[in-house]
């Protein structure tokens, strides 16, 4: 079973930044396709960012240029660094890991972007 464990949420001004991390448990890290998706309050859930697990990624148009998906497979983690943040981007923020026609979910971390 995997398990997916984020941090990184937290409250920050617009123009700000925010790094949020996520730590899987279990050997099949490296050979996954590792995901972001958000949920803002009364919208649907979104794809924001994914990287698989030969580093190539891709990004909802709202956030290319200002968001940054990375993994580190010897840590069993990947990254979203978020900059230029905007409240729009307001949203509880979700890990995932794609392996063999399964989703695993990490519990969400609250990001909010507000003055």
């Known amino acids: 079973q995997v398990q997916l464990v984020e941090s990184g949420g937290g409250l920050v001004q617009p123009g700000g930044s925010l790094r949020l991390s996520c730590v899987a448990s279990?050997?099949?890290?490296?050979?996954?396709?590792m995901g972001w998706y958000r949920q803002a309050p009364g919208k649907q859930r979104e794809l924001v960012a994914a990287?698989?697990?030969?580093?190539?990624?891709n990004y909802v148009d709202s956030v290319k240029g200002r968001f940054t998906i990375s993994r580190d497979n010897a840590k069993n983690t990947v990254f979203l660094q978020m900059n230029s943040l905007k409240p729009e981007d307001t949203a509880v923020y979700y890990c995932?890991?794609?392996?063999?026609?399964?989703?695993?979910w990490g519990q969400g971390t609250q990001v909010t972007v507000s003055s």
């Open positions: 279990g050997s099949i890290f490296s050979i996954s396709v």
């Open positions: 990287i698989t697990s030969g580093g190539r990624t």
């Open positions: 995932t890991l794609d392996w063999d026609r399964q989703t695993y």
